[in-house]
């Protein structure tokens, strides 16, 4: 048999999008987990069509509102086209994570069985060119010395192995808070829901691989924002939070950002 050697097919999506690369925002979105798509030399992973659509394969939500977000802040939003089953791309590739063998409580047997050829197809085929992307792109901001913030759009289900998670928003943030710490203070006051730090994940999870590599390691304020995805659900619930999460990152943004 023929070694693969890349993971998608010439006809299949390129696995990362940039939308609106000439927005003027500092603001640059982020959605890693924006797609439930599977590669085709993936197969189905072994999975049902009801866990392939389900919240172990993507955010459900999160590009909507990164769609929003970039849509009203007029910003950069770069997100994965591919299911983090495939690659999750916000780890490392020597996380055990980054393929996983297991989400929440279900195996993954297309993970289980994947030989190190295919695991390296996958960091090179859907990892590399993700992170490449988000790069060069902050590179060519401090090229031409525009400010960037990052923001990085999830969502996460709300029961997790049984128990009923009552977080709304979760405000993530690995050793630079300061973002983190004003958009808490800007949904504190008066958006009415359930907003906590580093839950229902924090960096002991190993959630803020993009927001170190990318945000701290160049010295760039970044904030990670899970919301919960029955929120996202019905339009109306949706709706409101997307104009809580406007009203926030807008208020949190410093005088030299929003020059
Ligand atoms: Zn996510």
Redesign the pocket.
């Known amino acids: 048999m023929e070694l693969l050697n890349t993971i998608l097919a010439a006809d299949e999506r390129k696995p990362v999008a940039v939308e609106r690369p000439e927005g003027r925002s500092p603001v640059l979105l982020i959605c ?2 924006a797609s439930k798509m599977i590669p085709r030399s993936l197969g189905d992973l072994g999975l049902s069509e009801e866990l392939r659509s389900s919240h172990i394969a993507w ?1 459900p939500g ?1 590009l909507d509102v990164s769609l929003f977000l970039s849509n009203e802040l007029d910003a950069c939003l770069i997100h994965q086209r591919f299911s ?1 089953l495939a690659y999750d791309c ?1 780890r490392p590739p020597e996380a055990d994570s980054a393929i996983p063998k297991r989400s929440e409580i279900f195996e993954i047997p297309g993970n289980i069985s994947a030989s190190a050829e295919e695991k390296q197809a996958r960091v090179d085929g859907i990892y590399r060119p993700f992170q490449g992307a988000v790069a060069q792109e902050i590179a060519r901001r401090k090229a031409s010395g525009r400010p960037t913030v990052l923001v990085t759009l ?3 289900t709300p029961v997790f192995k049984g128990v009923r998670r009552d977080t709304e928003i979760g405000i993530l943030h690995d050793s630079d808070a300061r973002l983190a710490d004003r958009v808490i203070s800007s949904l504190d006051r008066g958006s009415g829901l359930v907003v906590r730090r580093n839950d229902p994940y924090g960096p002991e999870d190993g959630v803020t691989h993009t927001l170190v590599e990318h945000g701290v390691r160049n010295g760039l304020q970044n904030v990670m924002v ?1 919301v919960r995805n029955d929120l996202l659900a019905d339009e109306t619930s949706r709706q409101r939070v997307e104009q809580h999460l406007l009203r926030a990152i807008v208020e949190s943004l410093g005088p030299e950002e929003v020059a």
């Open positions: 890693e987990h955010d999160a983090r916000n999830h969502s996460f899970e």
